[in-house]
């Protein structure tokens, strides 16, 4: 374990924008419009909490935010500020309806190669990974089909029998999306495997949000055992209301938001959009619970880069080397915080 650690945040919905230390509103990398201005000052905050790392993610969205945000995001490299800005992660859209979670389902469609051809083309080739069901229509030709494009594909929002995590698999899936979130929603059999898979399969990495909302203690402690800590991957599905006053309200996806505390006093948005709980924080709770230091900063560093490899090396981005563009977090007192 190094002195410092620079952690990858795989799954960043968005974030806040300060103005003289106050908050002034917020940034949903799905929204068209993204300024490359709004991209700086978002990846600043998060490199303030000691982010080496920003993967931003565009939720179930429409052609025109995919047309118009992607190339952004693909402009931010140019920068030395975007040197932490990797290639984004398309949340959808296509997910199972019936597990779509806070996303908006009038956005949603089943997979078909013609859109995803459609996306690489809008990015420049500028996408990291992208979640889809495993079940729907047309998913295994589209996971090839990523996949021969050196996109990684995670299975998640989804409600599929085993045999369609096997196709998925099979068809070059490496990843399941926050394990236990927007999961099936029918009742789980004696023999179903569905879930076990997805905390024992070691032909894909496994991520689950350690925020002690999403998931319970006991999930995280049972998945970085199963998987092993070479498989397992820490993400906190950052809200784009992270850092948001106590209480307040937001409009996005279709939907309206409120931001408060819960009865053990965790500040989290009412219905879940992602966590209000930072990456470095999701890190500190895991090791509370136990599970050991060297699976935490595995988790949110070399198996978040193994599973973006086949995108990091099509488009030349190394995470192996000590960035410049950010300090990281070292780790004093038994927790992790911002380096200096």
Request: with cysteine; net charge negative.
């Amino acid at each position: 374990m190094n002195a410092r650690c620079y952690p990858a945040s795989l799954q960043v919905n968005g974030g806040p924008i300060f103005h003289n230390g106050v908050w002034s509103g917020f940034v949903a990398f799905d929204t068209p419009g993204l300024t490359l201005e709004q991209v700086k000052t978002v990846a600043e905050y998060y490199y303030s909490l000691g982010y080496g790392y920003v993967c931003p993610t565009l939720v179930t969205a429409s052609a025109e935010a995919y047309q118009t945000n992607l190339p952004v995001l693909r402009a931010a490299r140019d920068f030395e500020w975007g040197q932490g800005i990797l290639p984004p992660h398309l949340e959808g859209p296509f997910l199972a309806p019936e597990c779509m979670g806070a996303h908006n389902l009038a956005l949603r469609q089943d997979p078909t190669v013609e859109f995803a051809a459609k996306l690489l083309e809008w990015s420049g080739g500028f996408i990291g990974w992208l979640t889809m069901a495993s079940e729907r229509p047309g998913a295994p030709e589209v996971i090839r089909y990523l996949a021969d494009h050196g996109v990684s594909v995670s299975l998640g929002h989804q409600n599929p029998g085993v045999e369609h995590i096997q196709a998925g698999l099979a068809a070059g899936a490496t990843g399941f999306t926050h394990v236990l979130n927007a999961a099936t929603r029918d009742k789980f059999g004696a023999k179903d495997l569905r879930i076990v898979a997805q905390f024992t399969d070691r032909r894909a990495w496994s991520m689950i949000i350690p925020d002690a909302i999403h998931v319970p203690e006991y999930a995280v402690q049972l998945m970085s055992q199963a998987k092993g800590p070479d498989k397992v991957i820490f993400v906190a599905d950052e809200s784009p209301l992270i850092g948001s006053p106590v209480p307040s309200t937001a409009e996005f996806w279709g939907r309206t938001f409120e931001v408060r505390r819960d009865e053990a006093g965790r500040v989290r948005s009412y219905d879940l959009s992602g966590s209000c709980t930072s990456l470095i924080e999701c890190m500190n709770l895991a090791l509370g619970w136990g599970i050991p230091r060297d699976t935490v900063e595995r988790a949110v560093t070399t198996n978040a880069a193994a599973f973006l490899r086949p995108a990091l090396d099509r488009l030349g981005i190394r995470l192996d080397e000590a960035p410049t563009h950010c300090p990281g977090v070292v780790f004093e007192d038994g927790a992790y915080i911002p380096a200096q």
